[in-house]
């Protein structure tokens, strides 16, 4: 278990954790992400992303960094983040792919996203690393106002190819922050 704060806590995630990753993200998702899908059914994604066998492919992948997160001995999120990752921008420079940083809504607002990003910004500089990136929904507003609270920049865009994700909410932005 990592402290991060006084009360935040990481305990990592291995592939004994699964149900309870499974349980926990059904919680988490679809409040602020079911308007995203047809029928506002979100459960194919959650399938996709925190299935067994997607799992343990993410817990072998090298370098990544995968736990619960833990405030006030209460699992509330989950943060992966995955060291050396190189960007879609020109140079060489290895960076942190911060890949999921999911937190339960009624904890949102609380200083708790900020920490942690703190956390993987000191992880990053620990190792070596030389920028934070990132991937965010194009009209998930308030967590793109959040990563440009915290330094990050608008580097490109994409479009996911999910057939049943509403084709007006596709977009994405990729963001980066040098350290």
């Known amino acids: 278990m990592i402290q991060v704060t006084n009360h935040l806590f990481l305990t990592p995630i291995d592939n004994q954790h699964q149900k309870t990753l499974m349980e926990l993200m059904k919680q988490i998702y679809p409040p602020p992400y ?5 029928n506002e059914d979100s459960s194919w994604y ?4 925190f299935s067994k066998e997607n799992l343990i492919t993410e817990l072998k992948e090298k370098d990544s960094f995968y736990s619960f997160v833990i405030f006030k001995q209460q699992p509330i999120g989950i943060l992966r983040f995955v060291y050396n990752s190189q960007i879609p921008d020109p140079g060489n ?4 792919f911060l890949h999921r940083l999911y937190l339960h809504p009624d904890f949102h607002g609380k200083g708790i996203a900020q920490n942690l990003m ?8 620990q190792n070596d690393n030389h920028f934070i990136w990132l991937k965010a929904m194009d009209t998930q507003m308030q967590a793109i106002k959040f ?18 994700m509403l084709r007006d909410f596709r977009g994405m932005i990729v963001m980066k922050k040098a350290l």
């Open 34 to 38: 079911k308007h995203l899908w047809v």
């Open 46 to 49: 959650l399938e996709k992303c």
């Open 93 to 96: 420079s290895k960076g942190v």
């Open 118 to 125: 703190g956390f993987v910004e000191e992880e990053a500089i």
């Open 147 to 164: 990563y440009k609270k915290l330094g990050f920049k608008t580097i490109g865009t994409e479009r996911l190819d999910f057939k049943l």
